[in-house]
């Protein structure tokens, strides 16, 4: 945790990783060459492969982009399919279709999250043109979103989305010296990045390039018994937030007029317990819900949010399809 507020609090003792951040630098580039140049194998799925991801470390804001891109797309009467890594999964054997039986703790609280939101299957397994296979010649599918998988380079894909928050790329270091996976200038390559929440005119992205995201607020949804209301009558509240940025979630309550007692972050991906979870009216998310359900009690609400994306995406996304049915 020290760490990840070091990078984007520009603390000057992550200079002391220089050293690794140069190995994995290396690394990274000579990765990167042996796939471009067939050393290392990458495989084209008999499918439109779309991947959602991002150039930093944590949580921005890809599970709401795949779920709003995934919904259009069923819209269209693609057949689509969702894979991902299963990030915090216990599965063992893969790939792994989600079913709504599934534990969090089994498949990952992402992939538990979209199955609940989406009528398409949803894939888990760790290595992806694998999982990808299996939607084409199992499920028949002829669009696949991976959510993350931005640099799992034996994946080929024909549409790359790379989704940033407000905090940007922090202080802009590669791993561990700061928050990147890859360095900023890899946005130049991808077909579009789409900003959660404000457009970051630091990012260097040409605007035919850039859609922006709104989180909208839907209803909230008691998360013991799945009643909903479209708003709720707030006293003493607690809200609880285990996700790339929970100050994202803690800002959205501010901004619907909601003050809470108390406002405890916990790290992505957190494993909740019974005894995390406070006494009187609980908020939380709708991703930290589907690992708070089996011992939540009857005060436990999460808001259920939809990504607002611009139109702009869907006509590039829709262009990019017609183009690639020309040559199937």
């Given amino acids: 945790m020290a760490l990840h507020n070091a990078w984007y609090e520009d603390k000057k003792w992550v200079w002391l990783l220089l050293p690794i951040t140069i190995v994995f630098f290396c690394l990274s580039k000579l ?15 008999k499918a439109f492969v779309i991947i959602v991801g991002n150039i930093s470390v944590g949580g921005n804001g890809k599970t709401p982009t795949v779920i709003s891109i995934a919904e259009y797309l069923i819209s269209q ?48 397994d760790p290595k992806r043109v694998r999982g990808a296979q299996f939607l084409v010649e199992i499920h028949h599918c002829n669009v696949i979103i ?34 990147l996976r890859e360095s900023v200038s890899r946005l130049s390559s991808v077909d579009l990045v789409v900003f959660n929440g404000q457009i970051n005119d630091d990012i260097l992205v040409t605007a035919d390039k850039v859609a922006s995201m ?19 009558s707030i006293l003493n509240a607690t809200a609880i937030a285990g996700i790339g ?58 808001l259920q949010v939809s990504g607002n994306i611009s139109k702009n995406m869907y006509q590039l996304l829709d262009n990019k399809l017609k183009m690639f049915q020309q040559h199937v």
């Fill in 31 to 45: 990765r990167k060459f042996f796939f471009n140049v067939g050393v290392f194998t990458s495989v084209k799925p």
């Fill in 77 to 124: 009467g693609y057949r689509c399919g969702v894979l991902s890594r299963g990030y915090g999964s216990s599965q063992t054997q893969f790939p792994h279709l989600v079913n709504v039986n599934d534990e969090p703790s089994l498949v990952g609280d992402e992939p538990k999250l979209m199955r609940h939101r989406l009528c398409c299957p949803i894939v888990i």
């Fill in 146 to 179: 991976c959510d993350d998988g931005l640099q799992h380079y034996a994946l080929q894909r024909d549409f790359e989305i790379v989704v940033m928050d407000a905090r940007g790329v922090g202080n802009g270091f590669l791993m561990p010296m700061g928050p």
């Fill in 214 to 232: 709104r989180l909208q607020p839907d209803r909230w949804v008691n998360v013991k018994t799945g009643e909903s209301k479209s708003s709720l």
């Fill in 245 to 302: 940025d929970p100050k994202r979630f803690f800002s959205t309550l501010v901004n619907m007029g909601i003050v809470c007692e108390k406002s405890i972050g916990f790290p992505d991906h957190y494993a909740f317990k019974f005894s995390d979870i406070p006494q009187g009216m609980v908020l939380m998310t709708e991703k930290d819900a589907v690992k708070c359900k089996s011992f939540a009690h009857d005060n436990c609400w999460y």
